[in-house]
C-alpha cells in the first residue's frame, strides 16, 4: 500500500477521526475463519510476538500522522 499516499490525502479531506487496524495474524481464530485467512500470517503467534506487531503498528501509524497530518 502507498501509505504516503493514503495518510496526504486523510490530510488533504481534514480528516480528524480515529485510526483504526485489523491485524489478520492466524488462520484458526474466530476473525481467520471469517476472512478465510488459509495461512499464519506470522511464523510466531507468541503473545510476545503479538505484543510487539501491535506496538510496531501503533509507532509506525504515529510516525506517518507526523509526516502527513
Not at 22 to 44: H, T
Given at each position: ?66 509526516e502527513y497530518m
Amino acid at each position: 500500500l502507498n501509505w504516503p499516499e493514503i495518510f496526504s490525502a486523510l490530510r488533504e479531506i481534514g480528516y480528524e477521526k480515529s485510526i483504526v487496524s485489523e491485524p489478520f495474524l492466524m488462520m484458526g481464530d474466530e476473525v481467520g475463519y471469517d476472512i478465510r485467512a488459509w495461512r499464519d500470517l506470522l511464523k510466531d503467534p507468541s503473545e510476545e510476538s503479538l505484543d510487539r506487531e501491535a506496538k510496531y503498528l501503533l509507532d509506525f501509524t504515529k510516525k506517518m500522522m507526523r509526516e502527513y497530518m
